[in-house]
């Protein structure tokens, strides 16, 4: 069975300092991996995906993301973050080859991460 | 245009009591899935339809059902509602199987 295992529940990190959260996955199948934001009382945003092709994958709002199949790894990674950045993100994995959807998508618990001046 | 539309965005209901949430998705876009998020368990996923037909579903109670329309409008029901049935529902539509969906804002539904 796949599994998200995101490593910090909560990042504090202060405005313009760079910052990665950390994301793990266990799947016995090939991959589709997604980090999503979630500002508080809304929904989530898309913020960046691999589903092929080159590792790094860069996505909206400046983040980026490097899969490591070696480590099953999907970092997030921020070289400036922003006030504005303060939110919950969710990364989550979905199996490639599962009728070629992606709709069952399984979450990480989440990382908060709280930028402060 | 329109993202994804929830309605109604808060509900109060009653154990025992049954309840219908809808989504409407983006224009264009065939396939709806559908989340619960709560503190405890997190996110998640409870179905997913494409084209009116139900492609996935997710380890819950028979009380969870769903459809999807014709026009990709999407419902889901829940039957004689328990207090740990209070979450966030979130739908989420994708023009295609894989791509990535977008989300709506959710329907909170709170069981007294």
């Known amino acids: 069975a796949q599994s998200v295992t995101q490593l910090d529940s909560q990042v504090p990190v202060f405005e313009e300092a760079p910052v990665e959260l950390r994301c793990n996955y266990s799947s016995s199948v090939s991959v589709y991996l997604f980090w999503y934001v979630q500002y508080p009382n809304q929904g989530l945003q898309l913020l960046l995906k691999y589903l092929s092709g080159s590792t790094l994958v860069k996505g909206i709002n400046g983040f980026e993301a490097e899969f490591n199949k070696s480590q099953t790894s999907f970092h997030l990674r921020k070289p400036s973050v922003h006030i504005s950045d303060t939110a919950e993100y969710f990364c989550a994995v979905s199996e490639s080859n599962y009728g070629g959807s992606q709709g069952n998508l399984i979450f990480g618990k989440g990382t908060k991460l709280s930028v402060k001046p | 245009k329109a993202g994804v539309t929830q309605t109604p965005r808060y509900l109060i209901k009653t154990r025992g009591q049954q309840v219908t949430l809808s989504c409407s998705p983006i224009s264009g876009h065939r396939s709806v899935s559908w989340y619960q998020q709560t503190p405890g368990q997190g996110l998640q996923f409870l179905f997913e339809?494409?084209?009116?037909?139900?492609?996935n579903k997710g380890n819950f109670p028979g009380r969870f059902s769903g459809r999807q329309f014709s026009n990709s409008r999407s419902e889901m029901n829940v039957s004689t509602l328990e207090l740990g049935d209070s979450a966030l529902y979130l739908c989420?539509?994708?023009?295609?199987?894989?791509?990535?969906?977008?989300f709506g804002s959710g329907t909170r539904l709170t069981v007294v």
């Open positions: 339809y494409f084209s009116e037909t139900q492609r």
């Open positions: 989420a539509s994708s023009l295609v199987l894989v791509g990535g969906y977008t």
